[in-house]
């Protein structure tokens, strides 16, 4: 059963590169079909899709992020990495990782909470 496990900064100061990792346990990240997204959520506010990495190693971003936002993997640790560049406090939110397969968020980490502010 595959589990996800977000851990990250805490904090970090504007303008600075955020970076948050997703630890997969109990699955491979290649496993055929898999997307391994990135889904954030500010204080108050609704989910956000970020973007997503596919189990061939390829990316896909939301168009109102993808300037900024990178999506890496270490298929050695079993670890996805966002990263996201030139942070202001809106982009203070939870951040979570999220597996999808069949077009469903089946899994689901508990998400990390990540502040901006200097």
């Known amino acids: 059963q595959v589990q996800l496990l977000e851990s990250g900064p805490g904090l970090v100061k504007p303008s600075q590169t955020l970076s948050v990792t997703c630890t997969v346990s109990?699955?491979?990240?290649?496993?055929?079909?898999?997307?391994w997204n990135w889904i954030r959520q500010p204080p108050g506010k609704g989910l956000e899709w970020i973007g997503h990495?596919?189990?061939?190693?390829?990316?896909y971003y939301s168009p109102s992020l993808q300037s900024r936002a990178s999506i890496l993997w270490d298929t050695s640790k079993n670890q996805v990495t966002l990263q996201l560049s030139s942070v202001t406090p809106e982009d203070t939110a939870v951040y979570y990782c999220a597996k999808d397969h069949g077009n469903r968020l089946d899994v689901w980490g508990q998400g990390t909470l990540v502040t901006v502010s200097s």
């Open positions: 109990g699955g491979s990240l290649t496993t055929m079909f898999y997307l």
């Open positions: 990495i596919s189990y061939s190693g390829s990316t």
